[in-house]
């Protein structure tokens, strides 16, 4: 059933690699990656590899502010980047053959190597045969999952059978704090080992990060398993500074096989008092030591056949599509789960270091709606709860950029609420992300028809917002209306341009949408209105102030044709298509320099074009035509989110094939390493941008005038799509066929318009 497609294999439910290449190692450590939504990891042999990895193991929450390094100082910067930390290492299991270590890159041979990840029941593999320097030969299958119902426990299954020759097997299995970040700006030590544990029951580290001084217990036990995955509890400590050890040694001779089994992982001091770590570890051993592998595997694959019933998108007729979104569904549910509002989605969520594992507007511009209508308005309204609390960091930041009257910014890079971003074109220019902010409060309310956020939060974050736009604009006599100078769009290709339109637009909208939200609750709930009038000092003739702005705000336009320009001036450059840069020079940002760029008129990502995704119903096919024709041909798609957003776009103008091309470029991205780039991690966020092409693009889904439109269309040669959406407190479950489109729901006073007929 399987072909080739890359080095992956294509097969609906399984990522498989076979044959072992060195070259290809750091990328399949980030393509195999594991996690539960509170901790994650590369996927790094278990054993030692002394040939190129990049180690990487995190842990949800637990960052260190590394201070800024920049060549220029400039006011306003942050003082520190806050960077996602490589934890200390708890799968490590050395095997010794006869006293010499197991070690792939310096094995005499290594045959059948295979790596599989059952994304149905969660479980990673990897498997191969190898032969020592000595000639004995081996046969080594190791499972490992992160579970999803223990938010502390990971599960490592190492099995060895002896092919030739008898051997004398020694494991150490250890936990080891000896470890770095690739991406450091000091060197500083990230970590403070306080205190280590070993007892023939547990291993364990105790870790405090430096100046953030997060906690966490790094901990780990193995047992064998007999044949009947009983434990047979029996080893020797080995100990050194922070690097802790169980040791267990078994003969074997040809034809006869063991199994070792590995609890650990890390417990966390954002929920666990760290006086609690070493009962909590001994409490996670003790209960789960006493069951086989198998079962706790059959645990997790219960655990994700619940999330697949949910999430599962079923495309007939393709299976690199269908493989590519599983992967993509399977990797956002990996990297939260919305369980705490104190965490989000970093770029790269837990399988590599770049973008610090902080949080950017991708969480809401991207994947809100797809947490909001595979896993229900909770855990979506968590993720506008994180903001919500960041709300007085936001007001902080703005204030250190001279505004004032609780105007906030929130910041492009952030892990607690603080700016981390330090360059000036980003952090004090692309603003545009409050903008994002704002619309996820809306397209939250309008999906799940949770009435009560906005008064309740939302609207103070709507107001913060709203001030700043208001404090941030400035009004041009030469136009006689409202302008935003010195800005970064969405295209971050520009930068300090003048009316970015999609900036200008969304801050607009911002406006004009905190005011009606503001007018609402005066009408509809005086007692509330009174205490926010109070709780956020509103000043008279705010709201009048609002509606003049919006209602004068400049939006640049082609001076002859119906036609939003990206930004002031941007007729100025040579219009030349993104097809006369020679191949060789792609993508541009490896191969330009950065002035070169700047003069160009090519377009990073969606930026004009975002905003028509956006606000969908407020421009015509015409328009969108239009819009779309003209920046297009100049969009180079060298951010990850970009082709996800052009994918719905085609495909609402019917443009099948194109929809399907940008589709498989952000849905294969990281399967068929597009971007050659994958050694440094998924990219999460834009995964979620996958979903949207499926349910927006093929799907058709769109709420326009607070209902629901469903318009599929399907590329020419997929036979079926099936997907469900949690909508309004309801399962809506759609199948659209060559033969038509069946809905089911249960709940009769939803409505669903389906090409232009209501259900
Ligand atoms: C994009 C941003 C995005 C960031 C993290 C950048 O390359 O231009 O829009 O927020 O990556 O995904």
Redesign the pocket.
Known sequence: MSKTHSYIKIDPWKISEEGFDPKRVKSSESIFSLGNGAMGQRANFEERYSGPTFQGSYVGGVYYPDKTKVGWWKNGYPEYFAKVLNAPNWIGMDLFVDGNPLDLFKSKKVKHFRRELDMQTGIYLRSFEVEMQSGKVLDIQIKRFLSLTEASLGVIQFNVKVLQGNCSLSMESFVDGDVRNQDSNWDDPFWNHIETEATDKLIGIHSKTNKSNFEIFTYAYTYFEDSKGKAVKDNTLITSKNRLAHLLDCQLKTGESCSFVKLGGYINGRHHPSITFKAKAIQLINNYSDKSFDTLAHQQALEWSKIWEDADIQIEGDVAAQQAIRYNIYQLNQTYNGKNAELNIG?KGFTGEK?GGST???TEAYCLPFYMATKGPEIARNLLKYRYNQLEKAIENAEKLGFKRGAALYPMVTMNGEECHNEWEITFEEIHRNGAIAYAIYNYERFTGDTQYIPEMGIEVLVGIARFWAQRVNFSNAKKAYVILGVTG?N?YENNVNNNWYTNYIAKWCLEYTLSHCLKIQHENPTVWKALTVKLNFVIDELNEWKEIAKAMYLPKHPEQELFLQQDGFLDKTLDNVNQIPVKQRPINQHWSWDRILRSPYI??ADVLQGFYFFGDHFNHQALETHFDFYEPLTVHE?S?SPCIHAILAARLNRMNQAYSFYLQTSRLDLDDYNKEVEEGLHI?SMAGTWLSVIEGFGGVQIIDNKLYLNPKLPNHWSALKFKLFFRGTWIQVKVSKSGVEINKNNPDVKVICQGKTY
Do not use: C, F, G, I
Request: aromatic share 24%.
């Open positions: 770029p973008y950017y507007w991708d969405p971050e990073k990502q951010s989110l966020t």
